[in-house]
């Protein structure tokens, strides 16, 4: 969507991690909605996309497996439901100590060095109305980030490549495109309050895939620029 509002609200509850040996874990179940100027063809035709996510957290030292179910609606007609599960598995870098030039000792993730935050994900479809396939989505990525010295500004600059290993991204000919898509980005988090928090951010994606290049309209090129405010309890 190139042109009119987006906005994209979202919510989600997280039960109090459940400590069982050297494991945490953290059942949880999320809310996400796509509220757009562009229309689609059905009764609820600027709610273009509404997300239900339901999974569990499991933390195992500086490691997170976060197992999930996706559900993926179009209440205005944009698309068919999608179903999917999958796990994302991530390694915390942040908060390590290490000793510098002159024996001066820093954590990651405080200014400098930075944090690297890498992760890998693996996604099924089990459900797909629209195309009627099974497709299969991998993902790698890292997100570097860093605490500003003054006013604690934390920035992170994601950069992630997506992949398709069983036709989730085709080209022209409708075969399989492993290389999906390649993005890299800047985010910057600033606290209002203990509880309240300020976002943004922009990203720009480098689409490889055809199909990709179909729904961006031809363009291989796409920004995309976000503005938020958030409230965790």
């Known amino acids: 969507m190139d042109s009119g509002y987006i906005v994209q609200p979202s919510i989600q509850f997280t039960l109090n991690?459940?400590?069982?040996?050297?494991?945490s874990i953290s059942p949880y179940v999320g809310l996400w909605a796509n509220i757009s100027e562009v229309r689609g063809n059905k009764?609820?035709?600027n709610l273009y996309e509404t997300d239900v996510?339901?999974?569990v957290s499991i933390e195992y030292g500086k490691f997170t497996f976060d197992f999930a179910y996706n559900l993926y609606t179009y209440p205005s007609g944009a698309s068919g439901s999608t179903q999917e599960v999958g796990i994302t598995v991530s390694y915390d870098d942040s908060?390590?100590?290490?000793t510098g030039p002159a024996g001066l000792t820093f954590k990651k993730g405080q200014f400098l060095p930075i944090a690297l935050s890498p992760h890998i994900a693996f996604f099924q479809e089990i459900d797909d109305n629209t195309d009627g396939e099974l497709n299969t989505y991998f993902e790698a990525g890292v997100a570097p980030s860093f605490i500003l010295?003054?006013?604690?500004?934390e920035v992170t600059v994601p950069v992630n490549f997506g992949s398709s290993l069983d036709r989730y991204y085709t080209n022209s000919d409708g075969r399989n495109d492993f290389f999906g898509f390649a993005s890299i980005g800047i985010e910057a988090t600033y606290k209002l309050s203990e509880n309240?928090?300020?976002r943004g951010g922009v990203e720009y994606l480098?689409?490889?895939?055809d199909s990709l290049v179909d729904a961006n309209g031809g363009d291989r090129n796409a920004f995309i620029g976000t503005i938020g405010i958030g409230l965790s309890l």
């Open 206 to 209: 480098y689409l490889f895939s």
């Open 149 to 153: 010295p003054w006013h604690g500004i």
């Open 17 to 23: 991690a459940i400590e069982i040996g050297d494991f």
């Open 43 to 45: 009764n609820w035709k």
């Open 53 to 55: 996510t339901v999974g």
């Open 196 to 198: 309240w928090y300020l």
């Open 95 to 98: 908060g390590d100590e290490f």
